[in-house]
């Protein structure tokens, strides 16, 4: 079975940086895109930034200039440097990827469980 899991949230203070990790674990024979959501209380999710295999990367415009997306293909591994960290940006992220299972002819959407930051004097 194929999972997302993050790491790497927490509190911190405004103008202060984060860095989120999202592994994806079990049986799979290729990792496509991988990307970050989020969602604050009461708004709907929204995606924040993603990555493709060959490495081109796209932000949303909130985020552009203060946080970075990169991968390791070898550890599938994606992260999230969050820097300037605004009260704003105060949300439950999730990673997101495409992924082929190795008992599947298509490639699925994954989500990992979702790690909180709180961004708070």
């Known amino acids: 079975q194929v999972q997302l899991v993050e790491s790497g949230g927490g509190l911190v203070q405004p103008g202060g940086s984060l860095r989120l990790s999202c592994a994806a674990s079990?049986?799979?024979?290729?990792?496509?895109?991988m990307g970050w959501y989020r969602q604050a209380p009461g708004k709907q999710r929204e995606s924040v930034a993603s990555?493709?295999?060959?490495?081109?990367?796209s932000y949303a415009g909130s985020v552009k200039g203060r946080f970075t997306i990169s991968r390791d293909n070898a550890k599938n591994t994606v992260y999230l440097q969050m820097d300037s960290l605004k009260l704003e940006d105060t949300a439950v992220y999730y990673c997101n990827s495409v992924i082929k299972p190795r008992e599947y002819l298509t490639s699925l959407v994954y989500w990992g469980q979702g790690t909180q930051v709180t961004v708070s004097s």
């Open positions: 990555i493709t295999t060959g490495g081109m990367t």
């Open positions: 079990g049986s799979f024979s290729s990792i496509y895109a």
